[in-house]
Every structure is written in C-alpha cells, then in structure tokens.
C-alpha cells in the first residue's frame, strides 16, 4: 500500500513563473490538504479539497489554487510567483474522520 | 484564536535520558491532538494522536503524551531517547476533518 506521493520532490523556478504540484493519496483517502512550510517553520494550512471542491481554505493569496480529481488525487497551483514562496510544501491525505498522512513533500525554490 | 505553543526552540539532552517536550494549545471545541516528527528535508511523520477516552496515549517508537484539559497541554514525553530520535517535533492541534494547525516546533539534539 503506498503512502501519500508527491510530485516533483524538488523544483526552482524563476519570479513571476506558475507552478504546478501534485499528491496521490494514500489508498483509501479521499480528503486532500495542502501546507506550506517556510524554513524553520510550522507548516502553514493552505486549503482542503473533499469531493472535488475547496471545502476549507487558509491565509493564503488567490495566487494559491488547487484542484481535486475524481480519483481523489489533488494539484497545487501557484501563479506569479514570488521569492517568499520557496517553502516546502505537503500534501496531506486522510479519510472522513481520520488521521492526516503526508508526503514527503516538494521543496520549491523562487530565484 | 486557535493556536499551539511550542515554548521550547531547542532541546538537548543526552543519550538514555528522559524526554519532555512542552506543547500548549488554544481551541474553541474538543481538540485532537496530535505529535508529528520531521527529519531534515523529509515530510512528517505521526507519532501519536489524541482523539478521545483515555488521556495517556502511546505512540510509535517508544513515545507518549498526555493530556490535560485544564492546563490545555498535550506534552510529549519518552522515558530514554536514542541517537536517532534527533529531530524536529510538532504538536499540532485540530477539530474531526478540520485543517491541522502547528506549532513551530521543537528541534531536539541528542549528546553521545
């Protein structure tokens, strides 16, 4: 049974571009989140998807969107981008009622 | 506001020697609690969590919480720690399916 995965492991991009993340849920999960965690940080909650649609959302710009798909799998989607976006981010899956699961995250850096 | 506090940044302690890592928390409803551990440049890992029922709860490699409603702490504790147990500790606090919020964590250092 393979745990939640995450897509890329690591990436730069340049200021102003758009990225794109991706999370498999871990088997049987259908609830997908997203955090942000800056360098010495506590990762920050970004925004939840269930059932294909936003369900919760953080403090977090609308430069951050993201999309669930039918097969519960989950995109991060970040425009314009800014160098305070390098972060690591991780997608968290879970069931209706359980824990919360993460990947190993995708480490992102803005030059 | 909801919110966790992680009052102590690092932690050093010894090889063999007991553990305590401090965690405190606001949260307008029942809580679930929860222990993450991180490794450097991994994701997070769930040590233990707290639902309901009893309020020591065990959790994997040897670690333990408890909690106390009227101190709104959810303390994480390990009665001899090993070398491999360097890493850095989240308390983190949510409600059923609602968002998790973290601390800024703890980052413990073991002497040989």
């Known amino acids: 049974d393979a745990g939640v995965t995450q897509s890329p492991t690591h990436l730069i991009k340049t200021r102003g571009q758009q990225v794109t993340l991706r999370c498999s849920p871990k088997s049987g999960h259908d609830t997908v989140s997203w955090y942000q965690q800056a360098l010495g940080q506590g990762p920050q909650f970004i925004f939840q998807?269930?059932?294909?649609?936003?369900?919760q959302r953080g403090n977090f710009p609308d430069r951050f969107s993201g999309h669930q798909f039918p097969n519960y799998s989950s995109e991060l989607n970040v425009n314009a981008l800014l160098l305070g976006d390098s972060a690591l981010y991780l997608c968290?899956?879970?069931?209706?009622?359980?824990?919360?699961?993460f990947g190993q995250g995708t480490r992102l850096t803005v030059v | 506001a909801q919110s966790v506090t992680q009052p102590d940044i690092h932690i050093t302690v010894s090889e063999g020697a007991s553990l305590e890592l401090r965690c405190n928390y606001s949260?307008?409803?029942?809580?679930?609690l929860f222990w993450y551990v991180q490794s450097p440049g991994q994701g997070l890992q769930l040590l233990l969590k707290?639902?309901?029922?009893?309020?020591l709860v065990q959790g994997i490699k040897g670690f333990e919480a408890e909690f106390k409603r009227s101190q709104s702490s959810f303390n994480l504790r390990k009665p001899s720690v090993h070398w491999s147990d360097a890493a850095e500790y989240f308390c983190a606090v949510g409600g059923g399916d609602d968002k998790i919020i973290f601390g800024k964590g703890t980052r413990l250092h073991i002497l040989p």
């Open positions: 968290a899956t879970s069931r209706v009622g359980g824990p919360a699961f």
């Open positions: 949260y307008g409803a029942t809580p679930y």
């Open positions: 707290y639902f309901s029922g009893d309020t």
């Open positions: 998807y269930y059932e294909e649609e936003e369900r």
